[in-house]
């Protein structure tokens, strides 16, 4: 019975790996699972929005309500993401969002990852690390954190499945902020400091 089950769920996972893999196919597919979840959790955003200093445009950058207004931070797209994306590629992908992150003064998140994960697996650290856990563990000091879907709870792209991860914690989750990772690290020299996110207020 145990073999047959763990079968089961090989099958099952092995579909969901192949619907990942097609919803995240190309830039436009890609496009379109963040566009998908930005309606439902209905944040207000900006596409292509042009980084100053840079001469180039971050795929999204959003307006989230947060307390009594609201916060800003960016998410840049990219195709295909998985935790078999090169380690070379991701961290090519790390240099492009934290200069876009330094610039906007705001944090930035690579994705979509659509894959089987908990948590903890986006930040789990030691000697053997995955190469999407580098990717947030190193990424976070220059304020650039992972937007993923895990599908190990549910085939769909949903608020319900949904983790922004940064610097060893969750950003954003089950719906709410994480009021210890709604900040910024901002180093100068050897001095490190994190630095509440500002909060804007609607003008009356």
Known sequence: MAQVMATAREYYLRGCKNWAGKI???????TEVILDFLY???????QEYPV?????????????????????FGIECKKQLSYNTNATELAGYVEQAGA??????????????????NLSE????????????????????FNV?????????????????AIFAL???A???????????????TTIGSKKTRMPLKIYKEKS
């Open 122 to 141: 986006l930040y789990v650290g030691g000697p053997e690390i995955s190469s999407i856990a580098a990717t947030t563990i190193f990424g976070g000091r």
């Open 52 to 72: 100053k200093n840079t001469g180039k445009y971050i795929d999204f950058f959003v307006k989230a309500p947060y307390e009594d207004g609201y916060i800003f």
């Open 24 to 30: 995240t196919e190309t830039e436009a597919s890609a």
């Open 145 to 161: 954190g992972v937007m993923g879907f895990s599908y190990r709870y549910l085939r769909t792209i949903s608020p319900d499945n």
């Open 100 to 117: 876009y992150a330094r610039e906007l003064k705001a944090p930035v998140f690579i994705g979509p990852l659509v894959d089987s994960f």
């Open 171 to 185: 950003f954003w989750k089950d719906g709410k902020f994480n009021p210890n990772r709604v900040n910024i690290v």
């Open 167 to 169: 610097r060893g914690n």
């Open 40 to 46: 439902q959790v209905q944040w207000d955003f900006r």
